[in-house]
């Protein structure tokens, strides 16, 4: 089940977009972080150790570009593949992936049609098995 960001918006609160670690750690000591904003998708974790950071002190991550364009062979590869094995688009299963990968993750996809909107929230409800998660994390 996930969780809820446990830290609550507030008028004081900070929430920086493309930080490294030790620019978190130095805007923690000034203010509190409820969110952090930095790119991160299925083919680009440069912020793999932003993300590990927010989860280890409960600060929600927001990846831009979530759902990124597949120019990588084996990763667009392995994503066909676990789309069509779950009847699911390969932007339900990136979005699934995000979820999948970290409590702390809220990946807001950019919609624009009603069915395209319906289309990313439906993403929350698919279940990647192990296979399917680390297939994906490796390619």
Known sequence: M?????????????EPSQVTVDQLREAEQITPIVSVQNRYNLTDRASEDVLEHCEQRGITFIP???VAPMTRGGAADSL?????????????????????????MLPIPGTSSQAHLEENVAAASLRLDVDDYEQLAAA
Request: aromatic fraction near 4%; proline fraction near 12%; glycine fraction near 2%.
């Open 2 to 14: 996930r969780q809820h960001c446990p830290r609550p918006a507030t008028g004081d609160a900070t």
């Open 64 to 66: 831009w570009l979530p």
């Open 80 to 104: 066909t593949a676990v789309a069509n094995r779950l009847h699911a688009t390969p932007t339900q299963v990136t979005l699934a992936w995000l979820l999948h990968r970290s409590p702390v």
